[in-house]
């Protein structure tokens, strides 16, 4: 299931590192010694800059003097420090799977990689965890599950975990539990000067509220406490289908999946997540269309079934999962193709309420006509459950869009090639704005998707206490704004 789903085709490029002599370079002269020991300095033209440096989209391409393997607290606030006592930009990163713009204006700088700290730790009585900021998704959801324990985690099991929380964090569960920041407790950061603190409802409250959605703006995180719960084995299983369909389908699904949004008992367990895209071989005129839907539960009851069975997929695929093999099941598990790289890929993410079928058609009609450097790039039509996600209070958090129901959005994908930067931009921004006009919705564009070209209410919030509150605290713990590398929040 998921084989054909091309995230990207191509071979993985060769990155080219000149190398470059390092005796006398003041990273490792007076950074090096301040280091742990196991910790490790990668330079420009080495195998492991030139691993740490593998992102998810060739597209970003921070610039990077050093990478610095971290493995404790101590060590990232080190290096924080060095490079504001020599003036270098500074960028941590887990996964690599970021698409913001931003992330490329990165010069000379110092990248953190968080990898080296990968502890996790389950405490007070089961009820919470202890997880270190360079734990992935893959690794945190199946030691739980293993564990007899599990929370609410994201769709993707090579991206890290801290960093989707810090954007809100949308994932499996969420429907029961909230979004993935709804499960912070605590967390231990490094600010912008070099300061290890705690951050919590008792402590630095108004940080707590910035960075449960807009966290990449106040620090680097070393450790945070999450809330874990108990499996139910009565829960445990996902039954998953997915079917496949020809264009001409494409009102009557999302017909019948918006009459699933919008009625007044949403079940808690189910999830459909469409895909559109380009498959020649199915189809050579036009894209196709592969929903999946997702029922916590043995199986799925008929009525999410039977109604789509009966337009006439082309294809059909069943089976019974659990939460901790999910993501395998969507291809996004190590060595799955969404987790592949060698491609240049940007997000154009657009928030819904529900499915604007007119404007999934044009969409659906311009995916159809794109030129084939950027034939592989598909729609995404994501709709996790989202009972508990409303629950929250809007105002107890940074994280602005708890009444949207979906996600949807261009995956734009094309060959490693500058060149085609430009062209692919323009293709996002028409995309963008064929998804959401007429929906009567203001552009909303969830942080850990956005492209980077978005305004700072379309991410942030269009209610005006939010920005004035942000850049308060922009103010307060990064006034240099040394943190401007991601959805950048401005001082003023
Ligand atoms: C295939 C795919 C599937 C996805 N699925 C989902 C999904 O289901 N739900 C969802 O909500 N999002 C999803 N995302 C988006 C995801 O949340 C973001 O891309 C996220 O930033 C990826 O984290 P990373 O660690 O892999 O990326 P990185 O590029 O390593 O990190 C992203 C940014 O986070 C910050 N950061 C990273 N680590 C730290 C740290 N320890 N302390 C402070 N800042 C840090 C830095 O600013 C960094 O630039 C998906 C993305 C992809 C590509
Ligand atoms: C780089 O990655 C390759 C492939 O995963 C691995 O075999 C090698 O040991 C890595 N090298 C370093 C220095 O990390
Ligand atoms: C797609 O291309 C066809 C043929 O060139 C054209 O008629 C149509 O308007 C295009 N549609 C979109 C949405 O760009
Ligand atoms: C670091 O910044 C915080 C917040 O502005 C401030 O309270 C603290 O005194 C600063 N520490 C140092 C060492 O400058």
Known sequence: MGSYIVWAVGALSALSAKL?????????????????????????????????????SSAIRPQFKAIVKVTTEEDVKNVVQFANEHNHDFLAFNGGHGTTYHLSKVKNGIGIQMAGMKGIKIVDDGKAALVQGGVQTGELGPYLWSNGKQTVTTGCDCAGFISPLLGGGHGWLQGRYGLVADQLISARMITAN???????????????WGIRGAGHNFGIFTEMKIKIYDRSPEQDQWAALGLTFTHDKLEQVFGITNEWITSKNRPVELTHYGVVLNIPDIDPDHPVIILWIYYQGASIPDLYTSPLRALGPIAEDYSVTNLADVNTH??????????????????????????????????????????????????????????AV????SADSAFPDRGGQLLAGLLLTYPDDE??????????????????????????????????????????GYEAWRLEKLKGLKREWDPRERFSFYAPIPVV
């Open 330 to 387: 969507l291809s996004a598990h190590y060595g799955g193709l969404a987790c592949a790289t060698g491609f240049s890929r940007i997000l154009f993410p657009v928030s819904l309420d529900t499915w604007p079928l007119a404007n999934l058609r044009s969409a659906t009609e311009q995916l159809g006509n794109l030129s084939s450097d950027f034939a592989s790039s598909m729609l995404m039509l994501e709709s996790y459950a989202t009972n």
């Open 194 to 208: 070099a300061t290890a603190i705690t951050v919590s409802r008792e402590e630095h409250p108004d940080l707590f």
């Open 419 to 460: 060149r085609l930067d430009a062209q692919g931009a323009t293709i996002g921004r028409e995309m963008r704005e064929t998804l959401v006009k007429g929906t009567g919705k203001e552009l909303v564009t969830y942080v850990n998707y956005a492209a980077g070209d978005e305004s700072l209410e379309s991410i942030y």
């Open 390 to 393: 409303g629950q929250f209070p």
């Open 20 to 56: 470059i002599s390092t005796r006398g370079d003041p990273v490792a002269n007076h950074l090096g010694p301040l280091l742990s020991p196991e910790a490790q300095i990668y330079f420009p033209g080495t195998e492991g800059f030139k691993n740490a440096s593998v992102r998810w």
